[in-house]
C-alpha cells in the first residue's frame, strides 16, 4: 500500500496532484490486499478454474466486440460502451463458472506441485458447534463410521469452548472441559480428517451467525443439536445435520396396541399418571400407574406423540390382567 501511494505520488497518473494521486495510490493498495486476503481462502482449484472460464470468456468477449466494431464503424457513442459493458459481463460470468466447476478439477492427476493438493468436496465439510461439541454424542458416531468427510472446527467455536472452560460457575466450566476432551478424543480419531480453520467474521459477534456465515463460505453443513439454530440455518438456506434428530430417528417403532414392559420412575402430572423411561430416553406416560412407582409393570400403547423435543409414549396399565396374572402364577406355583 505505501509502496504504491508513493509510486503515485511521484508518476502523478492521470496528472492529479501528488497528494490525491497518492491517496488514489492508497486506495488502489487497499483494494489489492482485500483481494489477496479473499484469495487466500479459496482453493487451487477454484482459481484455476476462474483463471480458464475468464480466459476463455475474454476471447469470446474480444470477438464479439470485433463483430460490433465492424457492423457499426460509424457509432461512437454506443458501441464503445456496449464493447466495454460486453468484456466485463463475459469475463466476471466466466469467472464464476469456471470457479464453480474447478471443484471438478482432479489436481491430483496432474503430478508435480499438484500431487500434494487436498481434493476436498462441498458435501463433505461438515462445521462443528459448540454445543454438539459440548454434548459429545458426534465422537460416538463418527467413530462408527457412519459420518465421512472433513469436519470443520472453526477457530471463533474454540475460543468459546475456552471461555466456558475457564469459567468461574463449575457447571459452566465442567461443560468446557469435556468439550475439549471431546474434540481431543475427535482428533486422535485416525478415520477423520480435522480442520482447524482461522476464518473469522469481526462484523459478525453471535457465533452462531458466525457459523452460518462460514457455512455459506465453505459451502458445508453446520452439525449441532440447537434447535434455534437449526430453524436460522433454515432462513438463511443453510444445510444442518441435527443430532437430535438422528436420535429420534433411531428411537424404536412403536404401535397403539402392543404390549411392552416398563419401569414406573415417579408419579405423573395427571391424577393415577406415572411415568417411565426407555432406555434411549423416551417418556411413558402411563394411565393408571401411580400406585405402581418403583415397579416393572406391563402395558399396553395407546398413542405416539411426536414433537420437536422428542417422541411421548402413551399407554394404560391394567390393574385386573396384572391381578390376574399373579393369581395365575400363585397357582402354579402352589398347584
Not at 488514489?24 to 479473499?38: D, K, P, S, W
Not at 459452566?172 to 471431546?182: E, F, Q, T, V
Not at 465453505?218 to 438422528?246: C, P, R, S
Request: overall charge neutral; proline content about 3%.
Amino acid at each position: 500500500m505505501i509502496t504504491i501511494a508513493a509510486a503515485a505520488y511521484f508518476l502523478r497518473p492521470g496528472a492529479l496532484q501528488p497528494w490525491p494521486a497518492a491517496a488514489v495510490g492508497a486506495i488502489v493498495g487497499c483494494l489489492i490486499v482485500a483481494f489477496e486476503a479473499r484469495v487466500r481462502r479459496i482453493s487451487l482449484q477454484r482459481l484455476l478454474g476462474a483463471a480458464v472460464g475468464s480466459i476463455f470468456a475474454i476471447l469470446g468477449a474480444y470477438l464479439m466486440t470485433l463483430v460490433l466494431g465492424q457492423a457499426f464503424p460509424d457509432n461512437r457513442d454506443t458501441v464503445p460502451f456496449l464493447q466495454v459493458m460486453i468484456l466485463l459481463w463475459m469475463t466476471y460470468c466466466g469467472m464464476v463458472i469456471g470457479a464453480n466447476k474447478g471443484e471438478m478439477l482432479n489436481l491430483k492427476a496432474l503430478g508435480g506441485m499438484f500431487g500434494n493438493e487436498i481434493v476436498i468436496a462441498k458435501e463433505d465439510l461438515k462445521i462443528l458447534d459448540t454445543s454438539v461439541i459440548i454434548d459429545g454424542r458426534i465422537a460416538d458416531i463418527a467413530e462408527t463410521g457412519f459420518i465421512e468427510g472433513t469436519f470443520i472446527i472453526p477457530q471463533f467455536v474454540l475460543r468459546e469452548l475456552q471461555l466456558v472452560a475457564d469459567s468461574s460457575d463449575s457447571l459452566k466450566r465442567n461443560r468446557g472441559r469435556r468439550g475439549l476432551d471431546i474434540l481431543s478424543r475427535i482428533q486422535k480419531n485416525p478415520d477423520l480428517h480435522i480442520r482447524i480453520v482461522e476464518e473469522d467474521f469481526p462484523q459478525v459477534r453471535d457465533v452462531d451467525m458466525k457459523l452460518l456465515e462460514l457455512a455459506k463460505l465453505l459451502n458445508g453443513k453446520v452439525v449441532t443439536n440447537d434447535f434455534n439454530l437449526n430453524k436460522v440455518a433454515q432462513i438463511h438456506g443453510v444445510e444442518v445435520l441435527n443430532i437430535n434428530e438422528l436420535a429420534n430417528s433411531l428411537r424404536p417403532v412403536v404401535l397403539p396396541g402392543e404390549l411392552m414392559k416398563v419401569f414406573i420412575l415417579k408419579e405423573g402430572k395427571e391424577q393415577s399418571q406415572g411415568i417411565a423411561y426407555l432406555d434411549d430416553g423416551t417418556m411413558v406416560v402411563v394411565d393408571n400407574a401411580r400406585k405402581m412407582i418403583s415397579k416393572t409393570i406391563e402395558i399396553s400403547v395407546t398413542s405416539v406423540l411426536q414433537t420437536t423435543a422428542g417422541k411421548m409414549i402413551f399407554g394404560r396399565f391394567d390393574e385386573r390382567v396384572h391381578t390376574a396374572e399373579k393369581v395365575a402364577a400363585a397357582l402354579h406355583y402352589n398347584p
